[in-house]
């Protein structure tokens, strides 16, 4: 008899990712297996098997002896319900086993929509939601990620976070746990010892106390756990642990490529980033590492494309010797090799004109901001002179396909800084005329904008966000100042944007309502196929949460804030500092013109900050 | 042009057919089995699967069509370091060095297991045989223009129904696969709508050998 899985597979859309079974997976025996984690991510195989982090802590988890680490990912709607109908629980897909028979159940979150897929995940498993409700070492738990950097959302649900950087940080972890459930530890006892593992923070060790106005009080540590929890950090990339044998999917995932990474951390400080601070200090990895790496990562998996990834590749130092080695490499192999976030100087517009014998892709801006007075005060560092001069040379060069990427609701901005967006995609238009080579085919010219959210541990942390009908007046005027044929824009509603904002900034009074909302259905919320804000605006009213208070209200600079127990490393300072600078619209050097003391650099032992 | 017989079962048998090109594709790359790419602005490997198979069919009997750069390599290596280079459920049977047309192939044994959770009911199997002893069994067929009935039974050339064990019942049968064509799983259609009160609870299908018109095993 063909088992339930095997029947609702034709039935569902992707069946094949639900399967595993993929070149690279790594299966154990489980006699020899003490430790079974469950690595989950908050949204679906095409997704998740893109991201690379995941990929990386897939690697060294199962590089150590006694511990399997399985994939999970959130189903699709018309699988869950045929799982909900057949009662058929969350499996991983390397055994095919139940999520809720395993030791360790681990998530890595990026992104605040995320959430509800995280506690519809644990449902689905049939795992308690609460902490408090899942006794013992049995499904312990844990999450890292971005989002981990302001987890207070997610406390009342997840044992413990892991902060940072997870190639040494997860070992030492798993390695406690294997240890607890040899010696039969209770889960109290293994949350106070792993808790003094830098880098982890056990947020049942922590009470939050209220002033009457809402804002936080004091954040109290309880039986000695530290003030604050540092993010761990990997000092020496070259030597650093690294998968070259990926997992190959045999469905197409969204980055369906090699990915290898040049480098971590960013000299750039655009105010509105948190990437671009959380993950501070820099550290390089020599051309000569990521050359081999990038063989043994194509020889392996047998695609036929890579991409060099970072935060902004074009800063890595060593991009002309590592390309100047892979190109004729993935031309004699017909690889693609791939360069995002180019920056518009002239090394990089040389690189451009030589990968384009490779392959011809899109042209593609992030200004942020419309005027340059705006794009000093987040600290972007893209003049219109540079955008101006690639996009002659790109259009002499052939190219008729512009993208440009904006924010609306920024600190500061004005109507005329809008306006000035529609002015910037008008001299493009005008560097086309002047300089196609091959006008037939028409320019196309793609702006899209975001709706601004401040993000903890930047300079913007205390900002408000500006109201969605102000957000939705301000792309209507952009709209009414856009009139040539060639420029599709693209706005989003305010809506998911808002919710994010409110959860990036959260605190811990948010639980209930991601549990209200994905007891509701919210699930998902990522596609425009299942995100439904009335689900989430009635979880707010029905918690009685006025999402203002997190949004358009602001904080202030004195305010107990609700991640202050999370040290990324850059010091809250110098956030406070840019902060100001930006007031006045004083731009920092990046960190290539000098260390601008962002305090990052106290993370490293070993090395230097290596901007 | 080079061939190659390759089975795809197990979970392997969810893979789509673009999905499954891709795979190919990167197993060749793999095993380090250079291919041709084909002309034009997005240049492409050159493999070809000769019977698109639907998502969820099992097969003993895939053909695939692929050209190598260059190189010769014995065809017993190219095998070997492609079962190397492929993932559980896809495998290698058979290379040769040149084909049959394409266009000579015409037949499909395929085996349908059908299965009875509460058990095979008494007469099951003669009202099967007695339905495709018929003149005309029509059933509907999406085509690219919609949805377009046809009548199946020209196109099955034999058929057999038997019941194996208490809970499941096989087909065997050799239809046409190609001008015009019949998708195995239509027999099972076929069952549903002139005998609902024997629709399976789930059936398998598994495409089993390929003919030419002579009706000799096509490769
Ligand atoms: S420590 Fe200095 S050089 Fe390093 S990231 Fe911070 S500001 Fe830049």
New binding site residues.
Partial sequence: MTNLLQRILPTVQKPARYTGGEWGEIKKNLEDVRVRVAFCFPDTYEIGMSNLGMRILYGVMNEMDGVWCERVFAPWGDMEDAMREHNLPLWALESQNAVKDFDMIAFTIGYEMAYSNILNMLNLAGVPLHAKDRQGLKNMVFAGGVCAFNPEPLAEFIDFFSLGEGEEITVEIVALYDKAKAEEWSKERFLREVAKIPGVYVPSLYRHEYNADGTLSAIVPLEGAPETVTKRIVEDLDNAYWPTKMIVPSTEIVHDRANLEVFR?C?R?CRFCQAGFSC???RKKSPEVLYKQAMETMEYSGHNEITLSSLSTSDYRGLKELTDELIPYCAENRINLSVPSLRADNFSRELMEKLQTVRKSGLTFAPEAGTQRLRDVINKNLTEDEILNTCANAFSGGWNNVKLYFMLGLPTETDEDVLGIAELVYKVIKTWQANAVNKKRGLRVHVATAYFVPKPHTPFQWEKQITPEEYLRRCRLLKSHFYSKSITYDYHGPDLSRLEAVFARGDRRLGPVIEEAVKNGAKLDGWDEYFNYSKWFDALNECGIDADFYTTRGYGEDEVLPWDTIDVG?KKKFLLKERHRAYEATVTPD?RHG???????CLLKEVE?D? | MPRLLFEKKGNAVWISHLDLMRLFQRAFKRAGLPLTHTQGFNPRPSVSIALPLSVGVESGCELLDFDLDGVIIPCKDIMERLNCALTDGVRVLDVYENGAKIKHLSYLDCCLTLEYDRGVAAGTVENMKALFCRDEVIVEKKGKNGIVEQNIIPMIRNLTVEQAGEKEVKIHARVCCQNPSLNPMQLSAAIDKYLPEVKPDFVRCCRVEVYDEQENVFR
């Fill in positions: 951390g000299i400080g501070r200090p820099v850059v960190c260390c601008a003391g962002c305090g990052a650099n900050c901007a």
